[in-house]
C-alpha cells in the first residue's frame, strides 16, 4: 500500500470499551499527527509528533492516549469516551513539522459512541 | 492567536463556470505559508495549492489559482473551467512559526458543482 493508511475505517463503541485507531504511512515522513474533524467546525489538532518524539499536545482529555512506536506508524488508545467524542479521526504525515511541507492524510476512522 | 475564516459555508455553481472561496487569516506574523485542502465525498484530504507568503506572485496549480491579498490577510482560491470532481469540502489553512507549525484550519466550503 502507498500513503497513509487508517484502520479501521469504522467504529461503533461503547463508552466503557477500550479501543484503538491505527495509522500508518509509506512515504518515509518524520511527522505524523491526529486530528479530530467534526461538522461545519475546523479540524482539530489533537497530537503531533516528530521523530517518534510527541511536540503539542492541544489540551486533549486523558481519555485520549497516542503512541507512536516508530515513525511509521501511530495509535490513538481509546477509553471512557463520552458521546461528543463521536467524529472523524484523521491521521497525517509529513516530511517535517517546518516549512511549507505538504500534510497527507489518511481516509479517517469514522467514530461513532453511544 | 491565528484564526482562519471561510464566510461561504456552501457554494454551487454550473459546470465550466469559474468559482471563487474566499479565506481570511489573522496574524501579527510576517513570515507564514497558506494552504488549500480539498476533501471529495468520502475521499482523502489532499493538497489543491500553497502559497508561501514571503511570494508577492501568486501561486497556481493547472485550473486553480490564488489571489492572495497580504495587507487585507485575505487568501481566495479561483477554480477555473469547474468540473464535475471538483465537488468537494475545500479547506483553507495556515501555518506559521507562531503557531508552532501547528495548521490551523477554517471551516471549510461546500462546493458543488451541478450538471
Known amino acids: 500500500e502507498t500513503g497513509v493508511t487508517q484502520t479501521p475505517r469504522h467504529l461503533v463503541m461503547g463508552m466503557t470499551n477500550k479501543k484503538s485507531l491505527k495509522c500508518e504511512q509509506h512515504?518515509?515522513?518524520?511527522?505524523m499527527y491526529w486530528y479530530k474533524q467534526s461538522a461545519k467546525k475546523p479540524l482539530e489538532l489533537m497530537f503531533v509528533?516528530?521523530?517518534?518524539?510527541?511536540?503539542e499536545n492541544n489540551s486533549v482529555p486523558s481519555r485520549f492516549s497516542p503512541e507512536c512506536p516508530n515513525s511509521s506508524h501511530l495509535f490513538l488508545h481509546l477509553h471512557t469516551l463520552q458521546p461528543e467524542d463521536s467524529a472523524l479521526y484523521l491521521c497525517?504525515?509529513?516530511?517535517?513539522?517546518?516549512?511549507?511541507?505538504?500534510?497527507?492524510f489518511g481516509p479517517g476512522t469514522r467514530l461513532t459512541v453511544t | 492567536a491565528q484564526t482562519v475564516t471561510q464566510s461561504q459555508p456552501e457554494m454551487s455553481v454550473q459546470e465550466a463556470e469559474t468559482v471563487t472561496l474566499s479565506c481570511t487569516y489573522d496574524?501579527?506574523?510576517?513570515?507564514?505559508?497558506l494552504f488549500w485542502y480539498k476533501q471529495p465525498p468520502s475521499r482523502q484530504m489532499i493538497l489543491v495549492i500553497r502559497?508561501?507568503?514571503?511570494k508577492q506572485q501568486n501561486a497556481t496549480e493547472n485550473r486553480f489559482s490564488v489571489n492572495f491579498q497580504k495587507a487585507a490577510k485575505s487568501f481566495s482560491l479561483k477554480i477555473s473551467d469547474s468540473q464535475l470532481g471538483d465537488t468537494a469540502m475545500y479547506f483553507c489553512?495556515?501555518?506559521?512559526?507562531?503557531?508552532?507549525?501547528?495548521?490551523?484550519w477554517g471551516a471549510g466550503t461546500k462546493l458543488i458543482i451541478k450538471p
Open positions: 496574524t501579527s506574523e510576517n513570515n507564514y505559508y
Open positions: 489553512a495556515f501555518k506559521s512559526p507562531d503557531s508552532n507549525y501547528q495548521l490551523i
Open positions: 512515504l518515509g515522513h518524520n511527522a
Open positions: 509528533y516528530s521523530l517518534e518524539e510527541r511536540v
Open positions: 497525517a504525515s509529513s516530511q517535517d513539522i517546518r516549512g511549507s511541507d505538504e500534510q497527507y
Open positions: 502559497q508561501e507568503a514571503y
